[in-house]
T-cell receptor, first 115, second 114 residues
Framework: GAGVSQTPSNKVTEKGKYVELRCDPI?????LYWYRQSLGQGPEFLIY????????DSGLPNDRFFAVRPEGSVSTLKIQRTERGDSAVYLC?????????????FGQGTRLTVV | AQTVTQSQPEMSVQEAETVTLSCTYD???????LFWYKQPPSRQMILVIR??????QNATENRFSVNFQKAAKSFSLKISDSQLGDAAMYFC???????????FGSGTQLTVLP
Protein backbone atom coordinates (compact mmCIF):
# COMPACT_ATOMS: atom_id res chain seq x y z
CA GLY A 1 0.00 0.00 0.00
CA ALA A 2 0.90 3.65 -0.13
CA GLY A 3 1.52 4.01 3.58
CA VAL A 4 1.53 2.19 6.90
CA SER A 5 -1.93 0.86 7.64
CA GLN A 6 -3.18 0.02 11.13
CA THR A 7 -6.38 -1.77 11.98
CA PRO A 8 -8.67 -1.29 13.69
CA SER A 9 -8.61 2.47 13.99
CA ASN A 10 -10.37 2.29 17.32
CA LYS A 11 -10.93 -0.62 19.67
CA VAL A 12 -12.99 -0.73 22.84
CA THR A 13 -12.61 -3.80 25.00
CA GLU A 14 -13.54 -4.92 28.45
CA LYS A 15 -10.98 -5.32 31.19
CA GLY A 16 -9.53 -8.82 31.14
CA LYS A 17 -10.15 -9.44 27.45
CA TYR A 18 -7.58 -10.29 24.78
CA VAL A 19 -6.94 -7.92 21.86
CA GLU A 20 -4.91 -7.96 18.66
CA LEU A 21 -3.76 -4.87 16.84
CA ARG A 22 -2.57 -5.16 13.25
CA CYS A 23 0.05 -3.24 11.32
CA ASP A 24 0.61 -3.41 7.55
CA PRO A 25 3.94 -1.71 6.81
CA ILE A 26 5.02 -0.16 3.55
CA UNK A 27 5.89 -2.90 1.08
CA UNK A 28 9.56 -3.78 1.16
CA UNK A 29 10.31 -2.15 4.51
CA UNK A 30 12.31 -4.56 6.63
CA UNK A 31 12.19 -2.59 9.88
CA LEU A 32 8.97 -2.28 11.88
CA TYR A 33 8.40 -0.53 15.20
CA TRP A 34 5.58 -0.42 17.73
CA TYR A 35 5.11 2.55 20.04
CA ARG A 36 2.53 3.34 22.71
CA GLN A 37 1.28 6.88 23.23
CA SER A 38 -0.64 7.64 26.40
CA LEU A 39 -2.86 10.70 26.57
CA GLY A 40 -0.85 13.92 26.61
CA GLN A 41 2.51 12.19 26.25
CA GLY A 42 5.00 11.35 23.57
CA PRO A 43 5.16 7.87 22.06
CA GLU A 44 7.15 5.26 23.98
CA PHE A 45 9.06 2.47 22.30
CA LEU A 46 7.69 -1.05 22.66
CA ILE A 47 9.42 -3.34 20.16
CA TYR A 48 11.51 -3.30 16.97
CA UNK A 49 11.50 -5.98 14.27
CA UNK A 50 14.16 -6.43 11.63
CA UNK A 51 12.60 -8.87 9.19
CA UNK A 52 10.81 -11.62 11.05
CA UNK A 53 12.75 -11.38 14.28
CA UNK A 54 12.32 -9.07 17.22
CA UNK A 55 15.64 -7.22 17.36
CA UNK A 56 14.70 -5.34 20.52
CA ASP A 57 11.66 -5.97 22.72
CA SER A 58 12.96 -4.09 25.74
CA GLY A 59 10.03 -1.67 25.71
CA LEU A 60 7.30 -4.24 26.23
CA PRO A 61 5.93 -3.41 29.70
CA ASN A 62 5.23 -6.96 30.87
CA ASP A 63 4.50 -10.48 29.68
CA ARG A 64 0.90 -9.63 28.79
CA PHE A 65 2.26 -7.90 25.70
CA PHE A 66 3.56 -9.87 22.74
CA ALA A 67 4.18 -9.07 19.08
CA VAL A 68 4.84 -11.19 16.02
CA ARG A 69 5.85 -10.66 12.41
CA PRO A 70 5.91 -14.19 11.00
CA GLU A 71 6.55 -13.40 7.34
CA GLY A 72 8.50 -10.21 7.71
CA SER A 73 5.68 -7.92 6.62
CA VAL A 74 2.43 -7.67 8.64
CA SER A 75 2.85 -7.46 12.40
CA THR A 76 0.36 -8.12 15.17
CA LEU A 77 0.59 -6.70 18.68
CA LYS A 78 -1.20 -8.94 21.15
CA ILE A 79 -2.32 -7.91 24.61
CA GLN A 80 -3.64 -10.48 27.07
CA ARG A 81 -5.80 -9.81 30.13
CA THR A 82 -6.15 -6.13 29.25
CA GLU A 83 -6.11 -3.56 32.03
CA ARG A 84 -7.48 -0.01 32.08
CA GLY A 85 -3.90 1.26 32.13
CA ASP A 86 -3.36 -0.27 28.69
CA SER A 87 -5.64 2.38 27.21
CA ALA A 88 -3.56 4.38 24.75
CA VAL A 89 -2.88 4.95 21.07
CA TYR A 90 -0.66 2.23 19.65
CA LEU A 91 1.45 3.48 16.77
CA CYS A 92 3.26 1.39 14.20
CA UNK A 93 6.09 2.62 12.00
CA UNK A 94 8.18 1.06 9.26
CA UNK A 95 11.40 1.99 7.54
CA UNK A 96 13.40 0.56 4.64
CA UNK A 97 16.29 -0.71 6.71
CA UNK A 98 16.05 0.62 10.23
CA UNK A 99 19.40 2.31 10.19
CA UNK A 100 20.28 5.84 11.19
CA UNK A 101 19.77 7.38 7.78
CA UNK A 102 16.35 5.92 7.08
CA UNK A 103 13.11 7.70 7.78
CA UNK A 104 10.43 5.92 9.79
CA UNK A 105 6.92 6.23 8.36
CA PHE A 106 4.07 6.08 10.85
CA GLY A 107 0.55 4.77 10.62
CA GLN A 108 -2.43 6.56 12.13
CA GLY A 109 -2.47 4.32 15.14
CA THR A 110 -5.06 2.25 16.93
CA ARG A 111 -6.78 3.89 19.86
CA LEU A 112 -7.36 1.20 22.46
CA THR A 113 -9.85 1.87 25.24
CA VAL A 114 -10.18 -0.64 28.05
CA VAL A 115 -13.39 -0.23 30.05
CA ALA B 1 19.52 5.91 28.46
CA GLN B 2 18.68 8.87 26.32
CA THR B 3 16.14 11.47 27.42
CA VAL B 4 14.40 14.21 25.44
CA THR B 5 12.89 17.24 27.15
CA GLN B 6 10.40 19.70 25.71
CA SER B 7 9.77 22.38 28.31
CA GLN B 8 6.94 24.16 26.50
CA PRO B 9 3.67 22.19 26.74
CA GLU B 10 1.85 24.87 24.73
CA MET B 11 2.83 27.66 22.38
CA SER B 12 0.86 30.06 20.23
CA VAL B 13 1.81 32.24 17.27
CA GLN B 14 0.05 34.71 15.04
CA GLU B 15 -0.41 33.67 11.44
CA ALA B 16 2.58 34.78 9.30
CA GLU B 17 4.79 35.25 12.38
CA THR B 18 7.75 33.16 13.52
CA VAL B 19 7.80 30.76 16.46
CA THR B 20 10.56 28.67 18.04
CA LEU B 21 9.96 25.40 19.84
CA SER B 22 12.60 24.21 22.30
CA CYS B 23 14.10 20.77 22.82
CA THR B 24 17.01 19.48 24.85
CA TYR B 25 18.34 15.96 25.05
CA ASP B 26 20.80 13.94 27.02
CA UNK B 27 23.07 11.29 25.54
CA UNK B 28 26.55 9.88 25.75
CA UNK B 29 26.53 8.70 22.13
CA UNK B 30 28.31 10.45 19.30
CA UNK B 31 26.33 8.93 16.43
CA UNK B 32 22.63 9.81 16.37
CA UNK B 33 19.89 11.66 14.54
CA LEU B 34 17.43 14.24 15.81
CA PHE B 35 13.96 14.77 14.43
CA TRP B 36 10.96 17.01 14.72
CA TYR B 37 7.62 15.32 14.08
CA LYS B 38 4.21 16.91 13.69
CA GLN B 39 1.11 15.11 14.94
CA PRO B 40 -2.22 16.58 13.85
CA PRO B 41 -5.54 15.31 15.29
CA SER B 42 -5.45 12.48 12.74
CA ARG B 43 -2.73 10.97 15.03
CA GLN B 44 -0.31 10.23 12.18
CA MET B 45 3.24 11.31 12.92
CA ILE B 46 4.61 13.39 10.05
CA LEU B 47 8.33 14.04 9.74
CA VAL B 48 9.05 17.78 9.63
CA ILE B 49 12.84 17.89 9.64
CA ARG B 50 15.88 15.80 10.61
CA UNK B 51 19.42 16.60 11.70
CA UNK B 52 22.44 14.32 11.60
CA UNK B 53 24.57 14.76 14.71
CA UNK B 54 27.83 14.76 12.75
CA UNK B 55 26.73 17.70 10.59
CA UNK B 56 27.43 21.17 11.91
CA GLN B 57 25.18 22.85 9.39
CA ASN B 58 21.63 23.37 10.60
CA ALA B 59 18.96 21.57 8.60
CA THR B 60 16.35 23.58 6.69
CA GLU B 61 13.13 22.49 4.98
CA ASN B 62 11.26 25.40 3.42
CA ARG B 63 9.72 27.37 6.32
CA PHE B 64 11.17 25.01 8.93
CA SER B 65 14.70 25.23 10.26
CA VAL B 66 16.57 24.01 13.31
CA ASN B 67 19.16 25.46 15.62
CA PHE B 68 21.35 22.51 16.56
CA GLN B 69 23.79 23.15 19.38
CA LYS B 70 25.57 19.83 19.88
CA ALA B 71 27.69 20.83 22.86
CA ALA B 72 24.66 22.24 24.65
CA LYS B 73 22.52 19.27 23.50
CA SER B 74 19.87 21.63 22.24
CA PHE B 75 17.72 21.22 19.14
CA SER B 76 15.12 23.92 18.60
CA LEU B 77 12.66 24.20 15.71
CA LYS B 78 11.90 27.53 14.06
CA ILE B 79 8.75 27.90 12.00
CA SER B 80 8.71 30.98 9.79
CA ASP B 81 5.63 32.54 8.19
CA SER B 82 3.35 30.38 10.32
CA GLN B 83 0.25 29.02 8.64
CA LEU B 84 -3.02 27.77 10.07
CA GLY B 85 -2.12 24.28 8.87
CA ASP B 86 0.94 24.29 11.11
CA ALA B 87 -1.28 23.94 14.17
CA ALA B 88 -0.55 20.54 15.72
CA MET B 89 1.38 18.76 18.43
CA TYR B 90 5.10 18.84 17.75
CA PHE B 91 7.45 16.19 19.07
CA CYS B 92 11.20 16.30 19.26
CA UNK B 93 12.77 12.85 18.91
CA UNK B 94 16.19 11.25 19.23
CA UNK B 95 17.23 8.21 17.19
CA UNK B 96 19.92 6.13 18.80
CA UNK B 97 22.65 4.67 16.64
CA UNK B 98 23.06 1.78 19.01
CA UNK B 99 19.52 1.12 20.22
CA UNK B 100 17.84 1.69 16.83
CA UNK B 101 14.79 3.30 18.37
CA UNK B 102 13.22 6.72 18.67
CA UNK B 103 12.94 8.45 22.03
CA PHE B 104 10.32 11.20 22.03
CA GLY B 105 9.82 14.29 24.13
CA SER B 106 6.47 15.05 25.73
CA GLY B 107 5.41 17.39 22.95
CA THR B 108 4.47 21.03 22.40
CA GLN B 109 0.94 21.91 21.33
CA LEU B 110 1.19 24.73 18.78
CA THR B 111 -1.79 26.98 18.14
CA VAL B 112 -1.77 29.35 15.17
CA LEU B 113 -3.97 32.40 15.63
CA PRO B 114 -5.60 33.97 12.56
Amino acid sequence: GAGVSQTPSNKVTEKGKYVELRCDPISGHTALYWYRQSLGQGPEFLIYFQGTGAADDSGLPNDRFFAVRPEGSVSTLKIQRTERGDSAVYLCASSPKGGLNTEAFFGQGTRLTVV
Amino acid sequence: AQTVTQSQPEMSVQEAETVTLSCTYDTSESDYYLFWYKQPPSRQMILVIRQEAYKQQNATENRFSVNFQKAAKSFSLKISDSQLGDAAMYFCAYFSGSARQLTFGSGTQLTVLP
